[in-house]
């Protein structure tokens, strides 16, 4: 299969340098995307067992399409919450597992699925489109409550109470189907002096409604959870949001896990300009 999507992977750099790997390593991969990470870890050592995982099933094709001339790779669709149970039900134990989380660019710019506020297409934001719920049911169905905890909890939007207001008043007139009738509802309720306020309003609102639709926290809290049963393992994180990096930090320190550096990885400005992506990122690297 041809693959013409697109990827940029973030902090590969001190992935590669700080990941202790050899060829002896077996690796999950929760989050195998475009494969980018993958392929720059298996042309350094290309004995590693590499297990890739992720929910996208354009992903799948193409990392599997990426990473075809390496010996050792298994690529599955499964959720990196279901992971460290794939490997147990296998008799497999790994020796590093890696996730990189949030969406890819090709989400963001080419799936049409309504992750970006940007463009135009139906409210969808589904990563696996198996999964039942999608951001339209989230916005059209869901109860006050509910919208204020998606919107209200940690999500740093600055009149969460105002848009669900909005929201409920809205779609009892029609219901909300497309991005730009989100967008048009943050227009009217937040306070935005300038174009790039407006911009990170819209942003956080569409990655609380992403987090939800994909139930982003419950995966990496089953995936914490799940590392205490895999004593010895070696983990790498990248995070994109504080309260995740934050809940990894918190993870390690509760459990005692020992932590290759006390604060995370991150880009220098010179990557950032490179690759806007990584202004954000987080790398976080222990052992379990
Ligand atoms: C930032 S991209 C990963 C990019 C990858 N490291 C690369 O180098 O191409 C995040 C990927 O994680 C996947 N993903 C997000 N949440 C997931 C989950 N809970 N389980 C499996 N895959 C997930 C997305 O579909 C997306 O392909």
Redesign the pocket.
């Known amino acids: 299969m041809e693959c013409n999507y697109y990827?940029?992977?973030?902090l590969?750099n001190p992935l590669i340098t700080h990941f202790s790997l050899t060829n002896q390593a077996c690796i999950g991969?929760?989050?195998?995307?475009?494969?980018?990470?993958?392929?720059?870890i298996l042309s350094q050592w290309p004995g590693i067992c590499y297990y890739g995982?992720?929910?996208?099933a354009?992903?799948i094709d193409?990392?599997k399409n990426r990473l075809a001339g390496f010996d050792h790779v298994h690529i599955e669709r499964?959720?990196?919450?279901?992971?460290i149970p794939w490997f147990r039900d296998r008799g497999i134990t790994p020796t590093h597992l890696?996730?990189?989380?949030?969406?890819?660019?090709?989400?963001i710019d080419q799936s049409q699925r309504g992750f970006s506020f940007q463009r135009n297409e139906p409210l969808d934001m589904r990563?696996?489109e198996r999964d039942p719920l999608t951001a339209a049911t989230i916005v059209n169905t869901f109860s006050k409550d509910a919208l204020r905890g998606i919107f209200c909890d940690e999500s740093g939007i600055s009149h969460p109470d105002r848009l669900v207001d909005a929201i409920l008043h809205a779609r009892e007139a029609a219901p909300l189907v497309m991005t730009s009738d989100v967008v048009g509802l943050v227009k009217r309720v937040a306070v935005v002096r300038s174009r790039q306020r407006f911009i990170s309003e819209c942003t956080r609102v569409f990655q609380a409604l992403r987090v939800a639709v994909?139930?982003?926290m419950n995966?990496?809290t089953t995936?914490l959870n799940d590392l205490t049963h895999c004593p010895g393992v070696t983990v790498a994180i990248?995070t994109?949001q504080p309260n995740e990096d934050r809940r990894v930090k918190q993870c390690i320190r509760h459990n005692g896990w020992q932590a290759v550096s006390k604060k995370p990885f991150m880009a220098s400005y010179h990557e950032c300009k490179k690759n806007p992506?990584e202004r954000t990122a987080k790398l976080r690297i222990f052992t379990v």
């Open positions: 990827h940029q992977p973030v590969t991969d929760g989050t195998v995307g475009f494969g980018g990470h993958a392929e720059a995982f992720d929910k996208d354009m992903a193409c990392s499964l959720p990196f919450s279901r992971m890696f996730v990189d989380l949030g969406v890819s660019s090709y989400q990563m696996d994909n139930y982003e995966e990496l995936f990248i994109f992506r």
